[in-house]
């Protein structure tokens, strides 16, 4: 079997297993004043500050949550309803066209809940990133503070966003800045645009963590109104007991470094391969900096489902682009924004690598591509 589907989760990682075995072993309630209960707060504690490295922000600022969706809509709901001064008062959310839904709907529904509340599109140009002039034009116009919703790096085509010039646009009208760095966080080098973002959600299944983890980072003094209530837990910011093996192997996960020059050598063995079976492949998102373990891309005339029933029977797996929507193979928002045709969008597909890919990998998906594409021409020359 040939796993290349990375972005949607990468296997576990050993040393990851083995944190979360001893965190297990540690037993207790972090919340408990009691010597199981220390050991425990212990492990969460060592977890906060390896997590706060990878995100290069303070470790009082690390809250834990149940993954990435729920760190999103911790910030969004958070900022909304924790900015309460008339002054201060979020009105405008911006989310770029090409954010996962996770943001999207979670947007359109906190409008549809929060009174005077506007959700507006960021649009990107037809290399997927981020129109800046445009934001900068939306800002521009209209009344009321805004929370600009922007990724760090696409999971459908790995193109990475320019977050540090976002950044200095959303400063200069006065708007806060919610980053999704869930790709991009261990693949990336956060320390640029960390400090200057007040809200970074981060999940721990991408990095070859637990799935079910995640946590947001808070910019000192960001407004943020808590969603969870109880026991106080996570700095009164997220009640509820901490699960702790599974925050030990985000802790672990988030201190494994990824080898970007061996993805880097792997994928562009990979796209090279492709062009060589199919010279019409097209390779979306290629002219802007993308994330190393990424390529998203098309075989004209043979559609995703096709594709991915063809793979998998070969023993390859591989995605068609997010992995949250079902098992359906839809046609993709985020290639419609870059305005891409639709019958080339139906044929999308994404290789995403990870830390245990390696050639033979590559080797097998291309070998795999190269019988689809031949049935394929077989089939129209008759």
């Excluded at 976002?166 to 080098?189: N, P, T």
């Excluded at 002219?287 to 891309?297: G, I, M, Q, V």
């Excluded at 070998?367 to 689809?372: D, E, G, N, P």
Aim: glycine share 8%; aromatic share 4%; proline share 3%.
């Amino acid at each position: 079997m040939y796993y290349l589907d990375h972005n949607a989760t990468s296997p576990i990682r050993p040393e990851v297993r083995a944190a979360m075995l001893a965190a297990w072993d540690v037993g207790g309630n972090p919340s408990s004043v009691h010597a199981a209960g220390r050991a425990s707060r212990a492990v969460v504690e060592k977890a906060r500050v390896q997590v706060a490295r990878l995100a290069h922000v303070p470790a009082d600022n690390v809250i834990f949550t149940g993954g990435g969706t729920e760190s999103l809509w911790l910030a969004l709901n958070g900022a909304v309803h924790g900015a309460l001064e008339v002054e201060a008062r979020i009105t405008r959310l911006f989310i770029s066209a090409i954010e996962h839904d996770a943001v999207r709907a979670n947007a359109h529904a906190l409008a549809e809940r929060a009174a005077g509340l506007r959700v507006e599109t960021i649009p990107v140009r037809h290399d997927g990133v981020v129109d800046v002039d445009a934001l900068r034009n939306m800002l521009r116009q209209g009344k009321g503070r805004a929370l600009v919703a922007v990724m760090a790096a696409n999971n459908e085509t790995g193109v990475i966003q320019p977050i540090v010039e976002i950044s200095a646009v959303a400063r200069e009208f006065d708007a806060l800045l919610l980053m999704d760095a869930v790709q991009a966080a261990g693949k990336l080098e956060m320390e640029r645009s960390s400090p200057h973002v007040d809200y970074i959600a981060l999940s721990a299944h991408k990095l070859g963590g637990p799935q079910g983890v995640g946590a947001l980072a808070l910019r000192e003094g960001a407004p943020f109104a808590a969603q969870f209530l109880g026991g106080g837990q996570e700095m009164r910011r997220r009640s509820g007991t901490q699960n702790v093996p599974g925050i030990a192997g985000f802790g672990a996960a988030a201190e494994l470094a990824v080898d970007n020059a061996r993805l880097t050598a792997l994928r562009d063995k990979f796209e090279t391969g492709l062009k060589e079976i199919a010279s019409d492949s097209v390779i979306f998102g290629r002219t802007a900096p993308r994330l190393a373990n990424t390529s998203c891309f098309a075989l004209p005339g043979i559609t995703a489902e096709t594709a991915l029933m063809a793979l998998d029977l070969d023993g390859v797996m591989v995605s068609s682009g997010s992995a949250c929507s079902s098992g359906k193979v839809a046609r993709s928002h985020v290639l419609d924004a870059m305005g891409v045709d639709e019958a080339l969008s139906r044929c999308a597909m994404r290789v995403s690598l990870g830390w245990n890919s390696d050639e033979a990998d590559i080797d097998a998906c291309l070998a795999a591509l190269k019988t689809l594409a031949a049935r394929a021409r077989a089939r129209v020359a008759a």
